[in-house]
């Protein structure tokens, strides 16, 4: 076990460095002086830090143990890795502030959230109006939402949009809500999972058939929501995601021989299931708030390194 925790380190050590690129890439320089440093998306990374951080195994993925970690990080990650050096040292000059919850900063965009898709998929099938909002009692920690409802916040107020969250921008973080309910739902009928969230799966209670017909209606609820907004470039971003989910489970049905092509593999299909979701959220809410490509690429490297960082920390065991 010992063995098992040594080789833990590096790999998370390669996620914190995914995260503090988040908070130190020299692109965020032109937004406002490294404003999302200052109070929005800082918080992020600090709520990371302080919880799923605190791991010191690393789960086997796909039944694999890697050793090797050198090849973890792509040309282009290893080379943004090396800027670190220099503004981490400006970024420790600067005063130290407690990042607020990130959920307090978008308590007001988050609030009626869930009744909101409610009523999104609301239809006068009364079992199928059961079965696609049985995920949605629970309520779950809105982990996407709420980095999409920060991310447009920042944008908005470095396009002087506005202060708070865009109608549409909500919109987004609500259709990232309905994707990752969907594929919950997709997932374990692949999976035959029994339980989700500590209670009974649909597929277990309902049936394999009708779980698959409900994970399709919430995302042609989705994508109803999605075409309201009206904006073609967004509706594309979202559009990648779906393609994207299908490609990573298919994706996780394989494996690679080589050990650092496994690593690889498993990466690639994190990005896909996991991280597409909320980079290209990300970048559709940038989009909306009508900021600058630069701008937009910054989001979504943001949102696909936190999202790849989210699901490595959330493979390891405590």
């Not at 597929?203 to 399709?216: E, H, P, S």
Request: aromatic share 6%; glycine share 4%; hydrophobic share 40%.
């Amino acid at each position: 076990m010992a063995g098992h925790a040594n080789m833990a380190a590096p790999v998370l050590k390669q996620v914190r460095s995914l995260l503090k690129f988040n908070n130190n890439i020299p692109g965020l320089c032109s937004l406002n002086n490294c404003f999302l440093r200052r109070k929005h998306l800082v918080s992020l990374a600090a709520y990371f830090t302080s919880t799923s951080y605190k791991r010191t195994q690393f789960h086997r993925c796909n039944n694999i143990t890697y050793s090797k970690t050198s090849n973890v990080l792509t040309a282009n990650d290893r080379r943004i890795t090396r800027c670190l050096s220099d503004t981490r040292r400006a970024h420790e000059r600067e005063p130290r502030v407690a990042a607020p919850d990130p959920y307090q900063l978008v308590r007001g965009d988050l609030h009626a959230l869930y009744s909101d898709i409610q009523t999104e998929l609301g239809t006068e099938h009364d079992e199928l109006h059961q079965l696609a909002n049985y995920y949605l009692l629970g309520e779950g920690k809105a982990f996407r939402p709420m980095i999409a409802c920060l991310m447009a916040t920042a944008c908005n107020i470095h396009t002087g949009t506005s202060d708070s969250c865009l109608a549409s921008q909500r919109c987004i973080a609500m259709i990232a809500e309905m994707i990752h309910s969907a594929s919950l739902v997709h997932d374990d009928v692949i999976d035959r999972a029994d339980k989700r969230r500590s209670k009974p799966s649909i597929n277990k209670l309902w049936g394999q058939r009708k779980a698959v017909l409900t994970g399709d209606f919430i995302l042609s609820q989705a994508s109803i929501a999605l075409a309201r907004i009206g904006n073609e470039q967004v509706v594309i971003l979202l559009s990648q995601v779906l393609e994207d989910l299908v490609k990573g489970e298919f994706m996780q049905l394989g494996t690679k021989e080589n050990e650092n092509q496994r690593f690889a593999h498993y990466l690639d299909k994190t990005y896909k299931k996991t991280a597409s979701l909320i980079a290209n959220s990300c970048r559709a809410v940038a989009v909306l708030s009508d900021a600058h490509e630069d701008v937009q690429e910054v989001a979504y490297q943001y949102g696909r390194n936190l999202g790849i960082a989210f699901q490595v920390s959330s493979s390891s065991v405590v």
